[in-house]
């Protein structure tokens, strides 16, 4: 049997322009040279203000840990590249991000166990939750001990691997700009030949470790911003923000107090490092407490109310946008 061939309709010339007698035959025309009309486009292209495609979530420490524990019956290290959750914000069609440009995740490694050396562009930062002495992350060969409280980095392109030598399992959060990555396309990944990296020495203090003793002290120190709320940076050693897409800051509030944010181009996560209390975020209430983690959409008002003197950091894209020169307020409607 002769096979049929299937002709792509011919390319529209500007002859054939010339001849036309109405608007759709300039469409179909148009269609043949991969052109779409700009005057009666299919969809919008731009619109008035941000629409509003993520949603307020809350995911709790406690249940997260208990499944990360059963999946350690299960999964290892061998198996999986991390052992580990995604908090992924409840709109139709999304499994991953947790807000536009930023993911979290909890995650768990086991006593004994290692979790190795892999480097990406995402600029990744994680909360240590539980501990004990004995766990470190390496990065670039530079071994951080993991101290419950902690906000550790590994940034674009820097080598890190994990590891448990303590008898108990290892738990925190880690906050990285992959959907940011996804949205641009620079995307690389690669293990270390290996395995895991040597290392090459301790750093207690260091780039890629913001000890939460530190921020403790720092903020006893501080002066209020409001009575009973104090905030720091968490900045790089050159007084950036703590990685080129994300900001990062500590909270404390006094019991009671309340910490409102208006609404903005930014999206942020929270993670509660200590203590406990409410949050209002587009008329839905959250009850927060230690290890927890919230999804702060951009475009939205956010009141944080503690309970008991709480330390709150939020992981916040303004770097990016403010880069780009898209941080903005977004007016209520
Ligand atoms: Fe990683």
């Not at 999986?80 to 440009?101: D, F, K, M, Q, S």
């Not at 003197?309 to 939020?314: D, E, K, N």
Request: hydrophobic share 40%; proline share 8%; aromatic share 6%.
């Amino acid at each position: 049997m002769p096979q049929t061939l299937t002709r792509a309709p011919a390319r529209a010339t500007a002859e054939a322009f010339g001849k036309v007698s109405n608007l759709e035959e300039i469409y179909a025309l148009l269609a043949t040279l991969d052109i779409e009309n700009g005057w009666a486009k299919r969809e919008p292209s731009m619109w008035p203000r941000p629409r509003q495609n993520f949603v307020p979530a809350h995911w709790s420490y406690g249940p997260a840990k208990a499944a990360l524990e059963a999946a350690g019956r299960y999964i290892n290290t061998e198996l999986a590249e991390r052992r580990n959750l995604i908090l992924a914000n409840p709109i139709p069609g999304n499994t991953y991000a947790t807000v536009r440009t930023l993911v979290a995740a909890y995650q768990m490694v086991k006593a004994g166990e290692t979790a190795r050396s892999h480097r990406h562009t995402a600029n990744a930062l994680r909360l240590v939750l539980d501990t004990a002495p004995g766990t470190y992350t390496v990065v670039d060969g530079r071994k951080i001990p993991m101290v419950r409280g902690d906000v550790l980095l590994t940034p674009n392109w820097c080598w890190h691997a994990h590891a448990n030598e303590s008898p108990a399992d290892a738990y925190w959060m880690d906050i990285l700009d992959v959907p940011t990555v996804h949205l641009l396309n620079p995307m690389f990944f690669e293990h270390h030949e290996e395995g895991l990296e040597p290392v090459t020495g301790t750093d207690e203090q260091g780039a890629f470790r913001y000890a939460f003793a530190d921020s403790v002290v720092r903020l006893e120190a501080a002066t209020d911003i409001a009575p009973g709320r104090r905030e720091i940076a968490l900045l790089n050693p050159q007084g950036g923000p703590a990685m080129a897409t994300v900001g990062l800051s500590v909270t404390r509030l006094e019991p009671g107090v309340k910490l409102v944010q208006e609404p903005s181009t930014a999206s942020a996560v929270m993670a509660v490092i200590e203590g406990g209390g409410t949050a209002e975020i587009d008329g839905k209430t959250i009850t927060w407490t230690r290890g927890d983690a919230i999804a702060c959409p951009a475009g939205l008002a956010q009141t944080v109310t503690a309970q008991s003197r709480c330390y709150l950091l939020h992981a916040t894209d303004e770097p990016l946008m403010r880069a780009l020169g898209w941080l903005r307020p977004i007016p209520a409607v």
